[in-house]
């Protein structure tokens, strides 16, 4: 598959620039400094949707990460050898305006907007190529495929870090989230310290805002983790 670039209608670029302006006001504040200064890094502005070829070329000459088009998500089968690739598997549609604030499954916006920057910050970069090894590695194990999606869902979707003292948006699913950018950082929610171990086994609810946020230190101890995710996946499956 490709983007189609000159398909894209007048009410796609009225919801990329309508969805860019209101996050953007919110992330100004919340997202971390890494996060934003990716973003200017691949160029997102609010007048143009990206341009898949350009990104790769951002991309590849930052970490070697590219998009690969796909029309909705992968199972893991193929998402997980993709990332071992440095492949992000991405859509290219966009939601309608009637459609802003919730979709059923993730459009581009969530998908480019929310995950495209950190895969040119290095070390989230082989923090993610990394997971993605051990994917393949475990694919045609349950349980600890069932435990690497929830190092993903507390990290890649809906992590966040600490930078000066504050507590600072960058996983995809808040940053590309109105509602969940907002509420992640009030005192409805419970914040834990990053611990891998309890990640690994604490479940969630992909259906409602979450209750739960897991906070980074920094983007090293990401990456320095992935050792301890595997010692756990081995002593779990064992």
Sequence with gaps: MKQQYDKYTDEDRLVWQTLYDRQ???LKSKACSEYLEAQAHVNFVRDNIPHFDELNKILGGSTGFGLTVVPNIQPNEIFMPCLAAKEFTATTWLRKMSELDYLSEPDMFHD????VPLLSHKVFADFFHRFGQLGVKYIHNEVAIEMLGRVYWFTVEFGLITEKNETKIFGAGLISSH???LHCTTDKVKH?????YEIMHQDFNNSVM???YFVLPSFDALLNSLDEIERVIQ???Q
């Design 235 to 237: 002593a779990e499956i």
């Design 112 to 115: 480019v907007f929310g995950h």
């Design 210 to 212: 979450q209750n739960l």
């Design 179 to 181: 509602g969940e950018s």
């Design 192 to 196: 834990k310290p990053f611990n891998i």
């Design 24 to 26: 953007m006001e919110t």
